[in-house]
């Protein structure tokens, strides 16, 4: 049987249309791709549309193959509608989920009033059940779990990936870790590739900044205390429109530099996990094992300064 050398790229079959399989497909005959398949029927059995298979039987030679396992389970889901994925966010005080299927998006969140502390621990898994009963999907149908990695709390991002990979591992899903502040700034709702400068407040009096025009970062996340902060806003090659409670906190100093920050309340400020496409990685959404999706802290807790100047 000939070697089926090929990528299926998964914007061109419509990102989070069914899940990325590009890792397993490079060199590898289509029995093969269809036994792992199988063997992993959470994640990838029943979700190689007939349109793919098609043309690989043409090519492996195996026109006349009978059905397997993981085309009757396709076939079985005719009408069920697109795989979904779900992702969530609790990198700042808010805990934001969201369920994408067929082009369409249901958010469940909640953002601590005044004075309260956030409810990572107590609302995370409760806004998923929110949001997977407002888009009436179940676990079965779950594709993927994209979950943001920071930078942000320390506390807050500990839950976040811990309780999605948890998820992932239970369900037998791809997990995949996107930028909390990609989020952030996909967000802003920019026109003409203005500049957007997404800041979370890092406590210690500072930030953690990034930035982009449209889909091309400016420059990468970092910390910064206010003056640096200013001094990275005034070097953009165009003023910029900033982003997030961090952009609050410091709004005299982006402000002294021409920097735009929406008013307090605005909902720009706030992070949607709703936007989790514009957190691609760099490598696409290839499966990533469990231990690489991880927080990005940017710097150190100040337990482990403390402990560092002992």
């Known amino acids: 049987m000939d070697v089926v050398e090929f990528v299926i ?3 061109e079959l419509g990102m989070g249309t069914w899940p990325t399989v590009e890792p397993l497909l490079n060199g590898v005959s289509l029995v093969e791709v269809l036994k792992w398949c199988e063997r992993r029927p959470q994640s990838y059995a029943g979700l190689i549309p007939e349109r793919v298979l098609e043309p690989l039987r043409a090519l492996d030679g195996a026109t006349s193959a009978p059905p397997t396992r993981v085309e009757e389970a396709w076939a079985a889901r005719a009408g069920r509608g697109a795989p979904a994925v ?8 808010a805990t934001t989920v969201a369920v994408t299927r067929d082009g369409e998006t249901w958010e469940a969140r909640h ?4 004075g309260e502390r956030p409810g990572h621990a107590t609302r995370l898994l409760e806004l998923v059940a929110e949001a997977m009963a407002a888009a009436a999907v179940d676990w079965d149908e779950v594709a993927r779990i994209v979950v943001g990695v920071g930078p942000g709390s320390f506390t807050g991002l500990r839950i976040g990936v811990s309780t999605a990979r948890g998820l992932a591992q239970a369900r037998g899903v791809p997990l995949v870790g996107v930028s909390t502040l990609r989020l952030l700034a996909a967000g802003a709702r920019v026109e003409d590739a203005r500049p957007v400068l997404a ?30 902060l200013a001094r990275l806003a005034a ?4 003023a910029p429109l900033a982003v997030g409670d961090g952009a609050l906190r410091f709004r005299s100093h982006l402000e002294a530099v021409g920097t735009e920050v929406p008013a307090d ?6 992070v949607s996990a709703r936007h989790w496409r514009a957190g691609r990685p760099p490598l696409g959404w290839a499966t990533a094992s469990l231990e690489d999706v991880a927080p990005d802290y940017l710097r ?7 402990r560092r100047a002992t």
């Open 199 to 228: 800041v979370v407040d890092a406590r210690r009096g500072e930030a953690f900044v990034a930035a982009w025009a449209s889909v091309r970062e400016l420059f990468s996340p970092t910390v910064a205390a206010p003056e640096e």
């Open 235 to 238: 070097g953009l090659e165009r």
């Open 9 to 11: 790229a998964p914007d």
């Open 265 to 270: 309340g605005d909902d720009r400020h706030l």
């Open 111 to 114: 953002d601590p009033a005044p």
């Open 300 to 306: 150190l807790p100040d337990a482990e300064i403390a």
């Open 86 to 93: 779900l992702a969530f966010d609790t990198a700042t005080a």
